[in-house]
């Protein structure tokens, strides 16, 4: 069972960043294509991100390119750097593979934008 664990998030102002991190400790995700998910408040999760293998990365046009996604797999861990977040990125992020199998879902990490 792989374990899914997100870090980084918190309360930031309209226009400032923030960086979140995902580890699956125990498991590897190296060879896996995986994305960031957020679920906003009364809404359903949707991705944000996603990252192959090898680095290719795409995301979803609300992003408008102000989210990085990244991963470092010496140390098994995907990135997201948010830049200039909105309001309406308040959400739970996730990650997890990009798959029509996915893992189970880690706690998230809480991402508030609010002034």
């Known amino acids: 069972q792989v374990q899914l664990v997100e870090s980084g998030g918190g309360l930031v102002q309209p226009g400032g960043s923030l960086r979140l991190s995902c580890s699956a400790p125990?498991?590897?995700?190296?060879?896996?294509?995986m994305g960031w998910y957020r679920q906003p408040p009364g809404k359903q999760a949707e991705l944000v991100e996603r990252i192959s293998s090898r680095g290719i990365t795409n995301y979803v046009d609300f992003v408008e390119g102000r989210f990085t996604i990244s991963r470092d797999n010496a140390k098994n861990t995907v990135y997201l750097q948010m830049n200039s977040l909105k309001t309406e990125d308040t959400a739970v992020y996730y990650c997890n593979r990009v798959s029509s199998s996915l893992y189970g879902w880690g706690q998230g990490t809480q991402v508030t934008v609010s002034s």
């Open positions: 125990g498991s590897t995700i190296v060879i896996l294509v």
